[in-house]
């Protein structure tokens, strides 16, 4: 059973570029969770999404930043004119139905974005 | 709002010795208690959760954590360290309910190096 896969690894942007990162949960999970991981700093929760919803936004930054998990394919978290501020590695996590509250998340190995 | 706080940025121990990796936290109402370990460069990993009932909890890789309500916190234990626990250490807290519920929110992390 693949764990949650995240690509790309490693990503290199310049300032106001745009970024894309993307997410597929492990087999039978239904919630995708961001979080972003600053250097030093422990993990910081961006976003909480199910298949064509977003049900927790309250972490993204209110410009530039946008996440979704289509009803196809895997969720995409997409940073438009990134800026140096941006650089961070990007965790996502999903779980499976009905352990939202009590269970535990399954995290991907990051996405390492660096903006020159 | 749910807080989380790892006093100790860094923990070293000797290998064959006990450890500790200390954890307090705060929030309204009953707390969902998490550990996860990160190695460089990947994800974390799961080690144990505090959900409710005993308040001693065992987890993967011979680790423990203890759940103290009146002292708030959730301490990391292992009777005997080894190397390859040489690592990262996340505790979280999650609420059950309400307001930030689907938020897990992380200390800042304990590096744990043991000493051979």
């Known amino acids: 059973n693949a764990g949650v896969m995240q690509n790309p690894r490693h990503l290199v942007r310049r300032r106001g570029q745009e970024a894309r990162l993307r997410c597929s949960p492990m087999?039978?999970?239904?919630?995708v969770y961001w979080y972003r991981q600053l250097p030093e700093e422990g993990l910081k929760f961006m976003v909480y999404?199910?298949?064509?919803?977003?049900?927790?936004e309250s972490g993204m930054p209110k410009e530039r930043f946008s996440a979704e998990f289509p009803k196809e394919g895997p969720s995409i978290l997409r940073i438009q004119q990134v800026v140096r501020g941006d650089s961070a590695a990007y965790f996502c996590?999903?779980?499976?139905?009905?352990?939202?509250?009590?269970?535990?998340?399954?995290f991907g190995e990051g996405s390492r974005l660096t903006v020159l | 709002a749910q807080s989380v706080a790892q006093p100790e940025d860094q923990v070293n121990v000797a290998e064959g010795n006990p450890l500790t990796v200390k954890c307090t936290y705060s929030?309204?109402?009953?707390?969902?208690l998490f550990w996860y370990v990160q190695y460089p460069n990947r994800g974390l990993q799961f080690l144990l959760k505090?959900?409710?009932?005993?308040?001693l909890v065992k987890g993967s890789y011979g680790f423990e954590a203890e759940f103290n309500k009146s002292q708030t916190s959730f301490h990391l234990k292992k009777p005997s360290a080894l190397v390859s626990d040489s690592a990262l250490y996340f505790c979280?807290?999650?609420?059950?309910?309400?307001?930030?519920?689907?938020?897990?929110?992380f200390g800042k992390g304990t590096k744990l190096s043991v000493i051979p």
């Open positions: 979280a807290v999650r609420t059950p309910s309400g307001a930030g519920s689907y938020q897990l929110t």
């Open positions: 999404l199910q298949k064509e919803n977003i049900i927790d």
């Open positions: 996590a999903s779980s499976p139905p009905g352990t939202v509250n009590t269970g535990e998340l399954f």
């Open positions: 087999k039978g999970h239904s919630h």
């Open positions: 505090y959900i409710t009932g005993d308040n």
């Open positions: 929030v309204s109402g009953n707390p969902y």
